[in-house]
């Protein structure tokens, strides 16, 4: 299978869902993945939808959210758990033909690659070993997730530094914190001039290989400040 540039760095066959899955379905897949863009706090789906499509998230964070069933009374949503940049999500409504069991809201601005219903009934007609294979994955997963293996607390991960007034010596203190959070895992402090012209994979595999991330805001000019 031919990488696909608008995946960024992301290989198919990593993810969970399509492992072990042989070059013909993996080709297939590709080749009908579409890129959609979700702003933050923009719905993915809703609960109780009828399912349209699954979901691969390259960039940003998703969140699900169990919604109560009298919103009229002001009742938040529960917080159920959370996608990261390089997981599926919305594939058991698919597979199962029921309706959506949370809403999944973007936490930031995203960038998912959707395969639509249409194309995954095609591929349960053309390739019915592959989707056995898709099958078996998913309800693992729904296993491990009502096992609490999705839920995920909401600590952050990524951080926008941004100057609050003339100057602020932007570098010392994003040093600084950098330093403070590498007692909890891997840090990458990214400025203006390392991330320019860069696409959404660069920064999928960013938030990949590090636990948290560092954006730096020079001065408050421009599409990156913004």
Aim: charged content about 20%; glycine content about 8%.
């Amino acid at each position: 299978m031919t990488h696909d540039p608008r995946f960024g760095e992301l290989d198919l066959r990593s993810l969970s869902l399509f492992s072990g899955l042989d070059e013909a379905a993996l080709a297939i897949i590709s080749e009908r993945l579409e890129v959609q863009w979700i702003a933050s706090g923009t719905d993915l789906f809703q609960q109780n939808e009828t399912a349209d499509a699954l979901y691969i998230l390259l960039s940003g964070a998703l969140a699900v959210l169990h919604m109560p069933a009298d919103q009229a009374l002001g009742a938040e949503p529960k917080w159920v758990g959370q996608v990261l940049a390089g997981e599926t999500v919305g594939e058991m409504a698919m597979l199962s033909g029921k309706p959506r069991t949370a809403t999944v809201r973007a936490i930031r601005d995203c960038e998912v690659l959707r395969f639509k219903r249409s194309d995954f009934e095609a591929l349960m007609a053309s390739e019915p070993s592959a989707m056995l294979q898709i099958a078996r994955v998913a309800f693992q997963r729904l296993e491990a997730s009502q096992a609490g293996g999705r839920k995920r607390d909401r600590q952050g991960r990524t951080f926008a530094i941004v100057p609050a007034g003339q100057g602020a010596n932007m570098a010392a203190f994003a040093h600084t914190l950098s330093q403070a959070l590498m007692r909890f895992g891997g840090v990458a402090l990214i400025t203006q001039a390392q991330a320019a012209n860069e696409s959404s994979g660069y920064f999928h595999a960013l938030e990949q290989r590090h636990r948290f991330v560092l954006y730096l805001a020079e001065t408050n000019l421009g599409p990156w400040f913004e």
